[in-house]
């Protein structure tokens, strides 16, 4: 989903690093990290970003961003690990605020979509909640993996149901 509130040629740097979860593409803007997405096709993966941040120039390659995108994949593995990132997470009002309650869901611990719909005082939007998951931009940070349906059961993640149930499992353990 391409996002409104990119500027014409804003610089945003981009880097790979490889994961048990596959290749992660990790990016900065001047104002903080604002995209994380796993695949195996670098070129997708950049194509995404690209879709995502349509005015923007991107570009490839900085030590700090790799060695950054390596904290927080040693991070996503040990969850004793200190992270401290500056996000940039862009979206709507409603995009945020869900993304907001995400970060608040405490690691080992899951949310139904209801939950988290009545939690922003939304309580019908529980669909809704669910598409802001869908398209949450800063995946893994932004803990979109630790919403369930109400029954407890695992479902639709962006990047797989296996890798959110591995996600779980790491963060219960």
């Known amino acids: 989903m391409p996002l409104k509130n990119t500027t014409l040629g804003e610089k945003i740097q981009f880097d790979f690093e490889s994961s048990r979860f596959g290749l992660i593409l990790g990016a900065q803007s001047s104002e903080g990290f604002c995209a994380l997405f796993l695949g195996d096709d670098?070129?997708?993966l950049k194509a995404e970003l690209q879709n995502r941040f349509p005015k923007a120039q991107l570009i490839e390659g900085c030590a700090s961003l790799k060695s950054l995108i390596g904290?927080?994949?040693?991070?996503v593995e040990d969850p004793c690990l200190p992270l401290n990132v500056k996000?940039?997470?862009r979206g709507t009002f409603f995009q945020k605020t869900v993304w907001k309650a995400l970060l608040e869901i405490p690691r080992g611990s899951t949310c139904s979509y209801h939950e988290i719909?009545?939690?922003?005082g939304k309580p019908k939007a529980?669909?809704?909640?669910?598409?802001?998951?869908?398209?949450?931009?800063i995946s893994l940070i932004i803990p979109c993996h630790r919403v369930v349906k109400s029954s407890g059961a695992l479902s639709g993640?962006?990047?797989g149901v296996s890798i959110k149930k591995t996600l779980l499992e790491i963060e219960s353990a």
């Open 117 to 120: 719909a009545k939690k922003i």
């Open 87 to 89: 996000l940039d997470a």
């Open 42 to 44: 670098p070129l997708k």
């Open 126 to 137: 529980f669909r809704a909640v669910g598409r802001a998951c869908a398209t949450n931009p």
């Open 71 to 75: 904290k927080i994949i040693k991070w």
């Open 157 to 159: 993640y962006a990047w």
